[in-house]
């Protein structure tokens, strides 16, 4: 078996979870169940999957809760702070198994944010930071221009691009209407706004196959309409599985280098690591 690069993978380092309940008191419950996934935290349970896979790297990032939903701002990236540094030191000390984490961030304090972000890339060695999917209510990337003003932004849609790509035809040539029958806002200037068809930006996104091992051909969706250079092996673990998504990997049937992309190349291409 080949090197398997985990591109989405969550840990809960001790001294940020132990800051995030002492601050959040609200999530003491979440907390406790939280810590009935063992492998969020124990590393011993957690390598001892891993080895089961051969050659099994994992990109480590915070699961569940964001930040912002739980922190003031400047509670927020304090808590950052200690998740990145704690991260950064569990690749330091394990680099085989963690060769880089994606950072965490408080982004209802968007300048300290960016400077977390430079820290935590330039001082740690972060290789990406972790935004969800809203942040308080709002995210907006390809008709704000976002791809326009910086063309070399490389951005990683969590399993397998949502709806997107089975909603391939809605999104696209459906789209093309976008503002003509809108009641409550006006869209009519986002297209023309764009440099290029909306289209283009959408498959410009990369994907992971984090589908909880949800089976060949929606996978195959994803796979198709994100192509083999976009895709990129991720499972949620360990809230999500596996050993069920390398077999869907294995399942698609494609050629073996296009398998690899999948499984490494297209990881190693995005993180600047050769592994």
């Known amino acids: ?42 590393l011993d349970a957690r390598f001892k999957e891993m080895d089961e896979f051969g050659d099994y790297r994992e990109i480590i990032s915070l699961p569940n809760p964001a930040i912002e939903d739980i922190a003031t701002p400047e509670v927020g990236l304090q808590l950052a702070r200690i998740a990145n540094d704690s991260m950064a030191e569990l690749c330091r000390k394990y680099p085989q198994r963690f060769p880089a984490f994606a950072a965490a961030l408080c982004l209802t304090d968007v300048e300290g944010s960016v400077a977390e972000a ?60 976008l503002g003509q029958r809108t009641s409550d806002e006006d869209y009519s200037n986002i297209l023309s706004s764009l440099k290029r068809p909306h289209m283009d930006y959408l498959h410009e996104f990369y994907a992971d196959t984090a589908m909880f091992g ?23 673990t360990p809230l999500g599985p596996i050993a069920p998504t390398i077999k869907t990997v294995e399942g698609l049937g494609v050629a073996p280098a296009d398998e690899r992309k999948i499984l490494c190349g297209n990881a190693e291409k995005l993180l600047k690591m050769k592994f």
């Open 118 to 177: 430079r820290r935590a890339v330039k001082d740690l060695g972060a290789r990406g930071v972790l935004i969800y999917t809203n942040v308080a209510g709002e995210v907006r990337m390809v008709f704000n221009g976002l791809f326009d003003r910086y063309p070399k932004l490389k951005i990683i849609t969590h399993h397998l691009g949502g709806m997107i790509p089975y909603y391939d035809g809605r999104v696209g040539a459906g789209l093309k209407v």
């Open 214 to 236: 949800g089976g060949v051909p929606a996978t195959r969706c994803g796979y198709e309409f994100f192509g083999a250079d976009h895709v990129v092996y991720a499972t949620d």
């Open 1 to 42: 078996m080949s090197t398997i690069v985990d591109i989405y993978c969550h840990i809960f380092p001790n001294s940020y979870f132990q800051e995030m309940t002492r601050v959040a008191p609200k999530l003491e419950n979440i907390g406790k169940r939280l810590r009935g996934v063992t492998k969020l935290f124990d």
